[in-house]
T-cell receptor
Framework: AQKITQTQPGMFVQEKEAVTLDCTYDTSDPSYGLFWYKQPSSGEMIFLIYQGSYDQQNATEGRYSLNFQKARKSANLVISASQLGDSAMYFCAMSPFSGGYNKLIFGAGTRLAVHP | DGGITQSPKYLFRKEGQNVTLSCEQNLNHDAMYWYRQDPGQGLRLIYYSQIVNDFQKGDIAEGYSVSREKKESFPLTVTSAQKNPTAFYLC?????????????FGEGSWLTVV
């Protein structure tokens, strides 16, 4: 079965601190992509970062980095220097490449609250 | 500006009625998708399309129908057969299926059955 697990329903962080959001995945596909999306209260899904299963280096995009540990099947999102605007739902998603389709499988999400 | 436009943003439906949610993209993307999100949950795939005039069922296609007559348009019809249609619906697109292609989302449509 292909599955994404986010074990933290909610997280709190102080402004300017770093925070790690956990994500583990399960797939038998040798090739897959891992995504993180941010969903503010308005509802839109904002793409944050992507990691391919064969990428040698961890992905980074500005204040976002993805801690990819393939053997442990984990793809944790690290947000450095948190800002009040980072308060939102965060979703980890996987796209197994078998069949050639970008069918995203989502986790249940983590709600992040950034406190001043 | 390039992007994905969903309309309407809010829609109310009476029980027994069909409603159609619009999704238009001007990104020249080949693939388009419809997802459903229930409160406090992640997204689930309803239908997806790789090319014009072709589409495939996702994980929760029952009670929904789609068409892909034009590359830029992928409307979703929520039929009366969908027993619990109240949800947030998100349309997405990507340059093509497979590989390291980022999937971009529209702003979503809220459907409420009254």
């Amino acid at each position: 079965a292909q599955k994404i697990t986010q074990t933290q329903p909610g997280m709190f962080v102080q402004e300017k601190e770093a925070v790690t959001l956990d994500c583990t995945y399960d797939t038998s596909d040798p090739s897959y992509g891992l995504f993180w999306y941010k969903q503010p209260s308005s509802g839109e899904m904002i793409f944050l970062i992507y990691q391919g299963s064969y990428d040698q280096q961890n992905a980074t995009e500005g204040r976002y980095s993805l801690n990819f540990q393939k053997a442990r099947k984990s793809a944790n999102l690290v947000i450095s220097a948190s800002q009040l605007g980072d308060s939102a739902m965060y979703f980890c998603a996987m796209s197994p490449f078998s069949g050639g389709y970008n069918k995203l499988i989502f986790g249940a999400g983590t709600r992040l609250a950034v406190h001043p | 500006d390039g992007g994905i436009t969903q309309s309407p943003k809010y829609l109310f439906r009476k029980e027994g009625q069909n409603v159609t949610l619009s999704c238009e993209q001007n990104l020249n993307h080949d693939a388009m998708y419809w997802y459903r999100q229930d409160p406090g949950q992640g997204l689930r795939l309803i239908y997806y399309s790789q090319i014009v005039n072709d589409f495939q069922k996702g994980d929760i296609a029952e009670g929904y129908s789609v068409s892909r007559e034009k590359k830029e348009s992928f409307p979703l019809t929520v039929t009366s057969a969908q027993k619990n249609p109240t949800a947030f619906y998100l349309c997405a697109s990507s340059p093509r299926t497979g590989g390291r292609n980022t999937i971009y989302f529209g702003e979503g449509s809220w459907l409420t059955v009254v």
